[in-house]
């Protein structure tokens, strides 16, 4: 396969978060054909969909991959078992407290619909705690039927959302 730039969100809110990310950085420019590219600041975020909980840090990754999507998104979820993270097989645990989440956003210019894979990430467009970081990185990135990264933020309100030092 001819490499990709694909897109990655990082974050979580257990434990020693910052050290987290940094340690999935570093994970992530580990898997087979894959190096990663640029890495966001991190920014501290309100909780999203489940409020009672404690902010989330959030951060984002461009990678240079050869992995098909369906690879990526399998490193990607055995990383977060490195890392403690255990998600209920029904779902349940949704948008609940993480060690560690990374999520597929952009693999190339795919748009993929399968069970277990769906890119570009189905809610990116609407959410600031992902597009925020990914500005950063990749302001011009395009996610397919939106629009660039920066159109997509610029239709959102990021209140809340801070750069942390």
Do not use: K
Request: proline share 7%; glycine share 10%; with cysteine.
């Amino acid at each position: 396969m001819t490499p990709v730039m694909s897109c990655v969100g990082l974050g979580g809110n257990v434990g020693d978060v910052a050290h987290a990310l940094s340690q999935a950085l570093a994970a992530l420019d580990t898997l087979p054909r894959t190096r990663l590219l640029r890495a966001s600041r991190f920014y501290r975020t309100p909780a999203w969909g489940r409020r009672e909980q404690p902010d989330f840090i959030n951060a984002a990754a461009t990678l240079e991959t050869a992995l098909s999507a369906r690879e990526l998104l399998d490193g990607l979820l055995d990383i977060e078992r490195r890392f403690g993270r255990e998600r209920a097989a029904d779902g349940s645990d949704r948008w609940g407290p993480r060690t560690l989440d990374l999520d597929l956003l952009l693999h190339g210019g795919a748009v993929i619909d399968e069970p277990g894979l769906r890119v570009p990430h189905p809610h990116l467009h609407e959410r600031a705690f992902a597009l925020l970081p990914l500005a950063d990185i990749a302001l011009d990135a395009v996610i397919p039927g939106v629009g660039t990264v920066a159109q997509a933020l610029a239709a959102l309100d990021a209140g809340g959302i801070e750069a942390l030092p």
